[in-house]
């Protein structure tokens, strides 16, 4: 699919992440004004709920967008979505009969706040990128025993915090918790020193279920995608995981870039899964092309200082898709809600500069990453500022989520005094 032609100028810029082929879901304010849901456009936002209380866009009998969120349109299911995107397309499209009714409605995004684009019900985070497991493994298992047993037969998962899922911009804590190392014979309560990110992708239930779904039907439950970061205490993890797994580690912050990817804007670039080492169940058994061809990028910048690339992968590393993630989150019957969170779960690539976390690129903290300033960093240091960017690129132009940034503080006093 070519670039499709906008009246809103920046828009056709081939490098603008915000062509009309996107139309992202947001939630922004203006100084003075409450936050309410928007479309991005280039460099611009359509202010939806006013479009909606104009008149402009009547999907259903009752209003849709009058709260700051976006789930009463994921509820409504896949026709609403299209009647919308159909309808948002007619009326920003070149040619459009109905800009000058429109135009006024259109706000700058560099005088935009950008807000949680959607209620998260609850937040699920995988361990479904193959690259990732086998470093993370081989680190702590050796490379015989890298993967554990299962792994290649299901998404490996836990429960997170929908509490702790925060929009890019805001600033992260660094956590205290129970550290004990190798050679301590007690833990200790402290700021976590191993402070580290997870380059992963997020995926948005709208439709809810009762009960085990396919993965056609997981796939078309799903109503977009967002870049995600889940922020990881790994000397904290180390600690406690055994044997239930993180709690603690990963309960800091996970952040979301503010933009959610409509799943119809990324259907021109669908891919396969990759090669199966071992034959799923029929229940996960892939029917077609589920990844999508997204290129991803982490950048470091140390407080007052320029930003480093310190690592480039793509989305169509991951060896389950969303689609089978969320069908296995449902075999035991568990229901699944509207505004329900799926991380991928950390994606990497085959090769060191493709690894998705600092305890990858840096190898537990033994191989520093050396700065486009000189600096060293083995894992995150106060003031530093991670952001994660992605973007699928199309003949003429490309499909991007939003910067998902977020800037470490330092630890606070220490929280409990005896």
């Known amino acids: 699919m070519p670039l499709m032609k906008s009246w809103v100028a920046s828009a056709n810029d081939a490098t603008h992440p915000f062509p009309l082929n996107n139309l992202p879901y947001g939630v922004f304010s203006t100084e003075g004004s409450h936050p309410r849901c928007g479309v991005a456009i280039g460099d611009m936002i359509l202010d939806v709920t006013a479009a909606e209380a104009k008149g402009f866009i009547d999907l259903i009998e009752e209003p849709l967008f009058d709260l700051p969120f976006w789930n009463p349109l994921m509820e409504q ?143 078309d439950m799903i109503f977009g995608y967002v870049l995600l970061n889940d922020w990881s205490a790994r000397d904290i993890q180390a600690w406690e995981y055994q044997p239930l797994g993180p709690f603690q580690a990963k309960a800091t912050a996970t952040s979301i870039s503010p933009w959610i990817v409509p799943k119809a804007a990324l259907e021109p670039f669908r891919c396969n899964t990759p090669e199966r080492d071992v034959e799923l169940l029929d229940h996960l058994k892939d029917v077609g092309p589920m990844l999508y061809d997204i290129d991803l990028q982490v950048t470091m910048a140390p407080e007052g200082k320029a930003a480093t690339t310190i690592a480039r992968t793509n989305y169509n590393q991951m060896y389950f898709s969303a689609a089978q993630q969320l069908a296995h989150h449902t075999t035991s019957g568990c229901p699944m809600n509207t505004g329900d969170l799926l991380g991928s779960g950390t994606i990497s690539g085959p090769t060191k500069p493709e690894r998705g976390s600092l305890l990858e690129l840096s190898w537990g903290g033994k191989e520093p990453l050396t700065l486009d300033s000189g600096e060293t960093r083995s894992f995150i240091e106060d003031g530093d500022t991670l952001t994660l960017t992605g973007s699928a690129k199309g003949k003429g132009y490309i499909i991007g989520f939003g910067d998902c940034s977020g800037t470490v503080l330092p630890a606070l006093p220490k929280p409990y005094k005896r």
């Open 77 to 219: 299911g896949p026709a609403v979505w299209a009647a919308l995107r159909n309808r948002l397309t007619g009326l920003l499209a070149a040619g459009s009969e109905e800009q000058e009714k429109i135009e006024p409605l259109l706000v700058a995004q560099a005088e935009a706040e950008m807000h949680m684009p959607f209620a998260v019900s609850e937040y699920t985070d995988f361990y479904a990128g193959r690259h990732h497991a086998q470093n993370v493994g081989t680190m702590f298992r050796g490379p015989e025993n890298a993967l554990p047993p299962n792994w290649l037969h299901i998404p490996i998962g836990y429960n997170g915090r929908a509490s702790s899922v925060v929009v890019s911009g805001t600033e992260i804590r660094r956590p205290w918790g129970q550290l004990k190392g190798p050679n301590d014979s007690l833990p200790r309560f402290a700021p976590s020193q191993r402070f580290d990110i997870e380059l992963e992708m997020g995926a948005i239930v709208g439709i809810p279920s009762d009960g085990p779904v396919s993965v056609q039907e997981a796939d």
